[in-house]
């Protein structure tokens, strides 16, 4: 069983910065591809980056290209997401998700709860 935890949401102007990070229960932390996701008021659930086990390997949505960057400290269990430049778009909740052999798919393993973004014009 993995929990996942997210934190670092909040309110910010656009063009604005924000940093997620997602902290994992348990000492398999590294052995999980982690991802985030995010849902807007009235969409579906969508991808927005993906991290490999080691951290070598990265991915994105083609809607977050160059803005935002995932990363991975397994000494502390924890994935973070720096979002760069901001704007009401990327408002949202946003989910962090670990997958033991997919990287980015749908239907992870586990979901954390959300923490809620919101970028104001």
């Known amino acids: 069983q993995v929990h996942l935890v997210e934190s670092g949401g909040g309110l910010v102007q656009a063009g604005g910065s924000l940093r997620l990070s997602c902290t994992a229960s348990?000492?398999?932390?590294?052995?999980?591809?982690m991802g985030w996701f995010r849902q807007a008021p009235g969409k579906v659930r969508e991808f927005v980056a993906a991290v490999s086990r080691s951290g070598d390997s990265t991915y994105y949505a083609d809607s977050v290209p160059g803005r935002f960057t995932i990363s991975r400290d397994n000494a502390k269990n924890t994935v973070y997401l720096q979002m760069n430049s901001l704007n009401p778009e990327d408002t949202a909740v946003y989910y962090c998700?670990?997958?033991?052999?997919?990287?980015?798919?749908?239907?992870?393993?586990?979901w954390g709860r959300g923490t809620q973004v919101t970028v104001s014009s």
């Open positions: 348990g000492r398999t932390f590294s052995s999980y591809n």
């Open positions: 998700a670990a997958d033991r052999y997919r990287i980015g798919g749908p239907t992870p393993d586990y």
